[in-house]
T-cell receptor, first 117, second 116 residues
Framework: GAVVSQHPSWVICKSGTSVKIECRSL??????MFWYRQFPKQSLMLMAT?????????EQGVEKDKFLINHASLTLSTLTVTSAHPEDSSFYIC?????????????FGSGTRLTVV | AQKITQTQPGMFVQEKEAVTLDCTYDTSDPSYGLFWYKQPSSGEMIFLIY??????QNATEGRYSLNFQKARKSANLVISASQLGDSAMYFCAMREGYQAGTALIFGKGTTLSVSS
């Protein structure tokens, strides 16, 4: 089945530094990748949609200069949190759109817990 | 207006009992899909069940069934014979249309606690 590998699973960084999160589709081509953010006990909020080879589309209220998304290949999409601050601490999870996936087209990464200290 | 509404922040059920988690949705698109996911404390999203807007029958997957009432715009998840391992957060989600670039929209979730 379709698998999305997300790394790292967790990361602790100092305030002001940048953190990169990778999502890699292992056995299929992910033409579209979605990035979500989830605060504890809350819903998954869509941050942005990225398509291979083009600029990401950000949801209203999401700072595109702070959350840099790159989808340079059909198997890799990255989210970089620049100049991270404690309020950026959250759970970030990616989801790839693939028509052959058994879960009707959406495959999720395992998520990344970011803690900014 | 919210696209997906889950009105139960928390539900409690005893082992072996059935439980229904509520979900209502709002869309004007005739083509849509409804999903239920389980999220344990590890954070992974586990796909449970899917219902397409044109599906005539309610979806079932093992102990999970989806009570799809199109006119009421509801898609409740029924878990039969609850197990301790069912304790987790459950999300209802919707995809509007079938275009490749369509993201899932999630409800606020329901925390299910199963006791022995």
């Amino acid at each position: 089945g379709a698998v999305v590998s997300q790394h790292p699973s967790w990361v602790i960084c100092k305030s002001g530094t940048s953190v990169k999160i990778e999502c890699r589709s292992l056995d299929f081509q992910a033409t579209t990748m979605f990035w979500y953010r989830q605060f504890p006990k809350q819903s998954l909020m869509l941050m942005a949609t990225s398509n291979e080879g083009s600029k990401a589309t950000y949801e209203q209220g999401v700072e595109k200069d702070k959350f840099l998304i790159n989808h340079a290949s059909l198997t890799l999409s990255t989210l970089t949190v620049t100049s991270a601050h404690p309020e950026d601490s959250s759970f970030y999870i990616c989801s790839a759109r693939e028509s052959r996936a058994p879960s009707y087209g959406y495959t999720f990464g395992s998520g990344t817990r970011l803690t900014v200290v | 207006a919210q696209k997906i509404t889950q009105t139960q922040p928390g539900m409690f059920v005893q082992e072996k009992e059935a439980v229904t988690l509520d979900c209502t949705y709002d869309t004007s698109d005739p083509s849509y899909g409804l999903f239920w996911y389980k999220q344990p404390s590890s954070g992974e999203m586990i796909f449970l069940i899917y219902q397409g807007s044109y599906d005539q029958q309610n979806a079932t997957e093992g102990r999970y069934s989806l009570n799809f009432q199109k006119a009421r715009k509801s898609a409740n998840l029924v878990i039969s014979a609850s197990q301790l391992g069912d304790s987790a957060m459950y999300f209802c989600a919707m995809r509007e249309g079938y275009q490749a670039g369509t993201a899932l929209i999630f409800g606020k979730g329901t925390t299910l606690s199963v006791s022995s």
